[in-house]
C-alpha cells in the first residue's frame, strides 16, 4: 500500500539550532516528491519539488534532499519566522492520473 | 494579484443541510482539486478537474458534488450524505500536463466547516 510517513509530528528548535525533518515513503512508480510549508489556518506554499534520487534544492535556510526511500528537509539555522507545519508529498501515476499523496506533516516551532 | 479564492472562510452548517464552498482562480490553470484535510492526517483528494465540463472522483467522494462549468470555478457542495463533514476544506490549482498536475499546487486559504 502506497504510504507517505513524516517525522518527527512535532519538533521544538530554539532559534538557530539546526535540525532535520524526514519523509519516508513507500510509493511504487514514483514520479516526484513535493514539500510544501503550512502556516496556521492558511493553504499550503508551494516549496520544492525533487525527483530524482541524489537530487538537492535549497531556498534561504532550507535544503531538501531525496534518497530511494526517503527525503530530509534540512533547516539551518532556524528563525521563528520558519515556524510551520511542513508537508511532503509524493506523486505517482494512478488511473492515469498523477495523483499526489500527502504525508500528515511535521509542526515545527523555532522559539527565540 | 494572480491567486485562488476560497469563500466562506467559516461556515456553520447544520445536520442535514447541504452547503457549497465556493473556489475561484485567475491563474489561468487547466486542474483545479478539491482537499480535505483533517487533524494527525495527510490532505484527501475528494474530486479533480483537468479541464472545463469534466471531473474525476478522488479517494473520498461520497457525501460530495462539484461543477466546472467555468475555467476559473470549482465550486464543492458538501451534502447530507457526508457523514462528518466538519473539516478543513482547501481548494488548490495547478498547470495541467498530459496526465495532469504537475505537483506544484497553488492553494487557497482554506474554509473551515463546521457541522453544529
Known amino acids: 500500500e502506497d504510504q507517505v510517513t513524516q517525522s518527527p509530528e512535532a519538533l521544538r528548535l530554539q532559534e538557530g539550532e539546526s535540525s532535520s525533518l524526514n519523509c519516508s515513503y513507500t510509493v511504487s512508480g514514483l514520479r516526484g516528491l513535493f514539500w510544501y510549508r503550512q502556516d496556521p489556518g492558511k493553504g499550503p506554499e508551494f516549496l520544492f519539488t525533487l525527483y530524482s534520487a541524489g537530487e538537492e534544492k535549497e531556498k534561504e535556510r532550507l535544503k531538501a534532499t531525496l534518497t530511494k526511500k526517503e527525503s530530509f528537509l534540512h533547516i539551518t539555522a532556524p528563525k521563528p519566522e520558519d515556524s510551520a507545519t511542513y508537508l511532503c508529498a509524493v506523486q505517482k501515476l494512478s488511473g492515469g492520473y498523477n495523483k499526489l499523496i500527502f504525508g500528515a506533516g511535521t509542526r515545527l516551532a523555532v522559539h527565540p | 494579484d494572480g491567486g485562488i479564492t476560497q469563500s466562506p472562510k467559516y461556515l456553520f452548517r447544520k445536520e442535514g443541510q447541504n452547503v457549497t464552498l465556493s473556489c475561484e482562480q485567475n491563474?489561468?490553470?487547466?486542474?483545479m482539486y478539491w482537499y480535505r484535510q483533517d487533524p494527525g492526517q495527510g490532505l484527501r483528494l475528494i474530486y479533480y478537474?483537468?479541464?472545463?465540463?469534466?471531473?474525476q472522483k478522488g479517494d473520498i467522494a461520497e457525501g460530495y458534488s462539484v461543477s466546472r462549468e467555468k475555467k476559473e470555478s470549482f465550486p464543492l457542495t458538501v451534502t447530507s450524505a457526508q457523514k462528518n463533514p466538519t473539516a478543513f476544506y482547501l481548494c488548490?490549482?495547478?498547470?495541467?500536463?498530459?496526465?495532469?498536475?504537475?505537483?506544484?499546487?497553488?492553494f487557497g486559504e482554506g474554509s473551515r466547516l463546521t457541522v453544529l
Open positions: 488548490a490549482s495547478s498547470i495541467g500536463g498530459k496526465r495532469g498536475s504537475t505537483g506544484e499546487l497553488f
Open positions: 478537474s483537468q479541464i472545463v465540463n469534466d471531473f
Open positions: 491563474l489561468n490553470h487547466d486542474a
